[in-house]
């Protein structure tokens, strides 16, 4: 497809739990991010990936979170144990330097639930 | 030094009005500023952009002011209406080098007919 591709789409999980939550870039996008957003709040930046530079990580909020990104293009992003304040959307973007200003496009998120 | 801050949080404007949106930075580092809108269940998207070589910036309805010596800019929009109500997001980050794009917290705007 054109745009940011993220699945699943929604997903309820029991407390404890671990999730994986994937994202498709852009074709050809070299960046990609994900981000947080909590019911009505504002973004919060996890963690960045760049070509082949190693990753930002710094936005990680704890150990049980973790991603990679394989071969450039896929990511997951995993979270161990899943907690109930891990509900949120998570949201992933991809950019191509390419691109004038650093125009980031986001997918419309994977909705997590924890319960 | 990466802290973006928007307000106001809210904003509620008849239509027809012109909202504005502010947002000051620290980082006297980056050098591209966009707005983001976002629909409920959707994920942001690119509305206009500026750096910092200009002061002003027109898109149809929407406009950025960009002020440098006072590290702030912010978003105006022409002729608001309903389809316009929305959250908006600051956003600053540097060209090259570290790209990584830091948000403000968003403004909850309500365009009522």
């Known amino acids: 497809g054109a745009g940011v591709s993220q699945s699943p789409s929604n997903k309820v999980t029991e407390k404890g739990k671990d999730v994986e939550l994937r994202c498709d870039p852009i074709s050809g996008h070299t960046a990609l991010y994900w981000y947080r957003q909590s019911l009505g709040q504002g973004l919060e930046f996890l963690i960045y990936?760049?070509?082949?530079?190693?990753?930002?990580k710094s936005g990680l909020p704890s150990d049980r979170f973790s991603a990679e990104r394989t071969g450039g293009s896929v990511s997951t992003l995993t979270i161990q144990r899943t907690q109930q304040e891990d509900s949120a959307v998570y949201l992933c973007?991809?950019?191509?330097?390419?691109?004038?200003?650093?125009?980031?496009?986001f997918g419309e998120g994977s909705w997590l639930t924890v319960v | 030094q990466q802290q973006v801050k928007q307000s106001p949080q809210s904003l509620i404007v008849q239509k027809g009005g012109i909202p504005i949106i502010n947002c000051a930075y620290e980082n006297t580092a980056f050098d591209y500023f966009p707005w983001y809108q976002q629909f409920p269940g959707k994920g942001p998207a690119l509305l206009i952009a500026i750096r910092p070589d200009v002061s002003e910036k027109k898109e149809g309805r929407f406009t950025i002011s960009f002020n440098k010596s006072a590290k702030q800019f912010s978003l105006h929009i022409m002729d608001s209406q309903p389809g316009d109500s929305a959250t908006y997001f600051c956003a600053a980050s540097m060209v090259f080098g570290n790209e990584k794009l830091t948000f403000g917290t968003g403004t909850r705007l309500t365009i009522i007919p």
């Open positions: 973007a991809s950019s191509s330097r390419r691109d004038r200003g650093n125009t980031i496009y």
């Open positions: 990936f760049q070509g082949n530079s190693a990753p930002d």
